[in-house]
């Protein structure tokens, strides 16, 4: 089992690029989330799917975010336009369904200048 | 929302010492969940553990519901272990709440 794989490990990009970050969850997981951790917030929940089907993103910072999950297999967070404040580590997790243990990719560090 | 608190915030040991880090959440939980940041920055699931005792080699935890507590124990600690863990729990109305976590640092 290849666990949930994360790409780019590392986004370097300019304030008002447009971002993506890419998410696989584990063959089998119905349900998959994408958390931010920064020092002053830790680790923040952004939304959560089950079975391809955003359940909440009431932790969406604001329209400049968004994440879609077209099929069971993948999934992404976009930052449009990005800003410095969005610098953190995106993690995605990914569980079999909610309740299970949870298990998380090894993140995406974003840095906005 | 439920509350979760960690303590203590940091701790330093030397390697073979044992060590017990605590979490207190302020609700009921059907689901509490321990995990290991390393210095790298993965997050490993360490335990599933909404009650009751798991041990897992040189770590266990122990989680009493009805008490609102969960306990993880580190023995015979090794430089491996340092890195930060976080408590995370779900009183069933949202998904997992996380903790600050405790920041752990094992000296040779």
């Known amino acids: 089992d290849a666990g949930v794989i994360q790409s780019p490990r590392h986004e370097v990009t300019e304030m008002g690029q447009e971002v993506t970050l890419r998410c696989k969850p584990i063959s089998g997981h119905n349900s998959l989330f994408w958390y931010r951790q920064t020092m002053m917030r830790g680790l923040e929940l952004l939304i959560y799917f089950n079975n391809n089907v955003p359940i909440d993103d009431s932790g969406m910072p604001e329209d400049r975010f968004s994440a879609k999950m077209p099929n069971a297999s993948f999934s992404t967070l976009k930052i449009q336009p990005s800003e410095p404040r969005d610098s953190a580590v995106y993690f995605c997790a990914s569980n079999v369904q909610r309740g299970s243990p949870l298990h998380f990719g090894n993140g995406t560090r974003l840095t906005v200048t | ?108």
């Open chain 2, 1 to 108: 929302g439920i509350q979760v608190e960690q303590s203590p915030p940091d701790l330093i040991l030397q390697e073979g010492a044992n060590s017990t880090l605590r979490c207190n959440f302020s609700d009921s939980v059907n689901n509490l969940q321990w995990f290991h940041q390393n210095p790298w920055g993965q997050l490993i699931n360490l335990f599933y553990i909404p009650s009751g005792t798991k041990q897992n080699g040189r770590l266990s935890a122990t989680t009493v519901a009805t008490e609102r507590y969960s306990l993880l124990y580190i023995s015979s600690s090794q430089t491996t272990d340092s890195g930060v863990y976080f408590c995370a729990v779900d009183s069933g109305y949202s998904t997992l709440t996380f903790g600050k976590g405790t920041m752990l640092l094992v000296s040779p």
